[in-house]
């Protein structure tokens, strides 16, 4: 597995709190994602990174906020957790973004009560 | 916006037959169709990828078709196995440099020996 490590694995939280997930990785890859995974809904595009300090949107934005100030951090943020956000959520790495595999991490499960 | 249709949603086949994934997308300017394997409980993995000027990639029992004109590409398994029981993602390329990802709702694969 390529170098990518996800912090907490697990969390439970009550509606109504702010919650930060963390990605950190190894490879000196460019591009970083996160993604959600619900059954049912397969993967769903959350936010992309693609270098230090750029972010865009992706299909499910609503709701989250992210930043990335060091080439190997990707943090997600909840700003207010609310029980639709209980998930699996997958960070995933790629070296040049466009045609180019991810590698996900491990997954963090949120559970937001 | 981009959207990926994926059937059927659970497929079982008996080992050794061939399997068959279809996937549906709706922009017509999606250029990258990658196909991700995620095992119970682990994360997902690559497992073959095509571009927009390819019609077909193949390796070892592995192919995918692409077929532009009508917006679908399939994924075909042969001499299926009991470790190719998985669940199976298709994805389309939110953008023209194939850096976002849009995934279908996966496919469980069950092969019974």
């Known amino acids: 597995d390529a170098g990518i490590t996800q912090s907490p694995r697990h969390k439970v939280t009550e509606t109504g709190t702010p919650v930060t997930l963390r990605c950190h990785q190894t490879e000196n890859h460019r591009y970083m994602y996160w993604y959600r995974q619900d059954p049912g809904h397969g993967l769903r595009l959350i936010h992309y990174s693609y270098g230090v300090k750029d972010t865009d949107k992706g299909e499910v934005s609503d709701g989250y906020s992210v930043s990335r100030s060091k080439t190997e951090d990707f943090l997600l943020t909840l700003e207010s957790a609310t029980s639709s956000q209980t998930s699996v959520y997958f960070c995933?790495?790629?070296?040049?973004?466009?045609?180019?595999?991810?590698?996900f991490g491990p997954g963090t499960r949120l559970t937001v009560l | 916006g981009e959207n990926v249709e994926q059937h059927p949603s659970t497929l079982s086949v008996q080992e050794g037959d061939s399997a068959v994934i279809k996937c549906t997308y709706s922009?017509?300017?999606?250029?990258?169709f990658p196909w991700y394997k995620q095992e119970l409980g682990k994360r997902p993995q690559l497992i073959i990828d095509?571009?927009?000027?390819?019609g077909e990639k193949k390796d070892q029992r592995i192919a995918v078709t692409l077929n532009k004109t009508a917006k679908h590409f399939s994924l075909h398994i042969t001499e299926t196995q009991p470790e190719d029981s998985a669940v199976y993602f298709c994805?389309?390329?939110?953008?023209?440099?194939?850096?976002?990802?849009?995934f279908g709702k996966g496919t469980t694969l069950s092969v019974s020996s």
């Open positions: 095509i571009r927009s000027n390819v």
């Open positions: 922009d017509s300017a999606s250029n990258y």
């Open positions: 995933a790495i790629s070296e040049w973004g466009g045609y180019n595999e991810q590698f």
């Open positions: 994805a389309a390329s939110m953008d023209q440099a194939g850096t976002a990802l849009i």
